[in-house]
Every structure is written in C-alpha cells, then in structure tokens.
Nanobody, 128 residues
Framework: QLQLVESGGGLVQPGGSLRLSCVAS????????IGWFRQVPGKEREGIAC????????ETRGSAKGRFAISFDPYKYTAYLQMNGLRPEDTAVYYC?????????????????????WGQGTQVTVSS
C-alpha cells in the first residue's frame, strides 16, 4: 500500500518561502496523480495543486496560482510544493494525497474524497 510522508512545514514571515516534500513508499508515483491540500480548523480541506505522474501535467487552484508550484523529483518518489510570497491566510496544515482513478484535473482537486492515500500533514504558519 502506498504511504506518503510530508515534511518541510514551519514558521515563516509574510512574503517568505517554503518547500514542502511528500515522500512516497514503497512505490514511485508514476502511476498516480498527486495533490496538495490544506486545511484550517473549522473549514473544509482545500485542494491547491496537482501533478500527474505519467506526464507531469499540472493544475493549480485559487490563490495558489502564480505563487505555488508543484513538481516531482526525477525518479518520482518525492513530490514538492514550492510556496512563494506566503501570506498569513496561507497558514494551515498541508497534506499530500494520491489517486489513480481520475487524473490531475480541477475536478479532482475540488474534492478530497477523490484521493485514496494521504499523508499525516505538516503545519505551515505564516506570521511576523
């Protein structure tokens, strides 16, 4: 069974950058679509970006457009979320997730239930 582990969260000042990592085991992610989500207490989990393992096709949603970028390492065991220009409203727990049924599409990102495998999450706090 695919397992995902996120890392790279922390405290950063507004305008700063962080790179989150999502390490997969024991399989590479070529057959999966990977999504990054975030959640704050009391709100629904929000899809940010996805990337297709087969062809590196990328979709980004909402306020992440132009600031966040999703990518793979060359061997596709790790997915990254590069976050630039961070704002206090980006404060959340960030999760990576994987699925094989729907592909990387805006529709897939719109519903966390489309994803089958989840990491434990990593906290990102943007504050001065």
């Amino acid at each position: 069974q695919l397992q995902l582990v996120e890392s790279g969260g922390g405290l950063v000042q507004p305008g700063g950058s962080l790179r989150l990592s999502c390490v997969a085991s024991p399989f590479a992610l070529e057959d999966y679509s990977i999504g990054w989500f975030r959640q704050v207490p009391g709100k629904e989990r929000e899809g940010i970006a996805c990337i297709a393992g087969l062809n590196n096709f990328v979709e980004t949603r909402g306020s992440a457009k132009g600031r966040f970028a999703i990518s793979f390492d060359p061997y596709k065991y790790t997915a990254y979320l590069q976050m630039n220009g961070l704002r206090p409203e980006d404060t959340a727990v960030y999760y990576c997730a994987a699925e094989k049924s729907y592909g990387c599409k805006q529709y897939t990102l719109s519903s966390p239930s489309n994803y089958d495998y989840w990491g434990q999450g990593t906290q990102v706090t943007v504050s001065s």
